[in-house]
């Protein structure tokens, strides 16, 4: 291996670090498995940065419990340390530490799912792109966890690190398959196809990509140079700042996309949502592209939300506040607005999302639109992960429209899904109504059963203990159920 460019004490380190590979050679043609993970293991400590050496390790632990695919023989005994260690070193970040904990854990079940995804994490923040996508490959192989989507997620991420769309894509995309209702997921997919196109074009070096877009262009840039606190004698060195090396990048070449993708990226990680929503709108007058919309669009909810957040907790410290009341309502009802809007657009572009649907009609509701919630209720009803608490708000939706009769039609399908341990709320909230409406059509005995199990689960739920009484007096009214007391 060249030694060129090393200082002399990493020479030092490399070329025992060598000759420790080479012992190991030797040990695994003597099938002497034990000495060759202990010589590479060496290997690894000195040249932490060598995929090679890692994946030789691996090969050899492997070979070593002959690929019985679950490692040392009771494993589990020896890896509760090794997990503490990975964890408090996560919480430091302390990356080397990390990396080699990873590594000992790897040592007694080469296998491990979650141990090689600690080494990719580890790898990755330490800058080790080649052996964080060995190591998550590595986490998703059918023998590691094949379906664990934050596994899968990671490793899109050091993929689109290494500018490897098309893998980053693939890797998400099975994760849209085990989550086919991931909103997130699927505009990151889009994003990357975008990055993917302009790779493919090599629109990253070319001299003129769009002059016709050039006034737009250059004026998107200015704004966010402006938005930079520091005037240009701050600005740092390359590599000492990853937003003035974005904002570089966007000068050298305004025309190109990804690098306004990325700058909004950063500052929304920094939580700059501002700065995040005014980059991202930039890259949309560039491309032109929905996706690019999109994500612009929930930074700017985000915003809203963020907002709607300050001001009810503005008002939660002086309840005698009128205007911070109005303020506190104004702002949820513009987020209501807003998120309608959006949601509306993305339910006509994806109609087969029914989360989208589900999400859309529960803003519907809200702003007392029971008529347009309906419909994409029904819609949604169909994905099963989602039919019990649809079911709920589909007959509150009836109530409202004072069909009483199609109302308990809904409820009592949701009651038959619903238990207490693991949808509490919507549990207690169809019995309550239940009860409701067999109160108001005087079946007493139907009403008692419903508020029984409301009161089994919580006691203190509304007004249930009273009208339980009221119903064990034979006393109460009937008619039309009042919304206004549910």
Partial sequence: MSMDGYSPEEQRKRKFAADCLKKAQEAMGKQNWDYACEMLGTSVKLVPDN???RQTLRGVQRKKYKDNK?????????????????KKARSAKNWPDMDTAAEEGLAVNPWDGQFNADLGEAARERGFDEIAVFAYETAVAPDGAPENKDFLIALAGVYEIRRDYRKAVASLEKV??????????????????????????????????????????????????????RSSS?????????????????KKDPANVAGYLKLADFYKREGRLEESARTFKQALDVSGDANVREQMEDVELDMVRKNVQFAKEAYSRNKDDEDARKNAFDLQKELRDQEIEVFSRRVERYPADLKLKHELAMRFMAAAKHALA???????????RLEAQVLVSLGKCFLAQKQNQLANRQFQKAVEKLNANDQPEPFKEC???????AEAGKDFPLAEKHYSEVLAVDYAYKDTAARLEEIQKQMGGGGQVDMGDM
């Fill in 176 to 229: 849209m398959q085990l989550d086919p209702l991931n909103g997130a997921v699927r505009s990151k997919i889009h994003a990357l196809g975008a990055n993917e196109v302009i790779d493919k074009g090599n629109y990253e070096d070319a001299k003129n990509t769009q002059d016709v877009r050039t006034d737009t262009i250059k004026q998107g840039y200015e704004e966010s140079v402006k938005g930079d606190a």
């Fill in 51 to 53: 995929v090679m050496f």
């Fill in 234 to 250: 701050d600005i740092l060195a390359p590599g000492e700042s990853q937003e003035n090396d974005l904002l570089r990048a966007i």
């Fill in 70 to 86: 679950t490692g040392a023989s009771m494993a589990f005994l020896k890896l509760n340390g090794i997990r503490s260690k990975i």
């Fill in 374 to 384: 309906i419909p994409l209720l029904q819609a949604a009803s169909k994905d099963v």
């Fill in 431 to 437: 019995h309550y109504l239940l009860g409701r409406l």
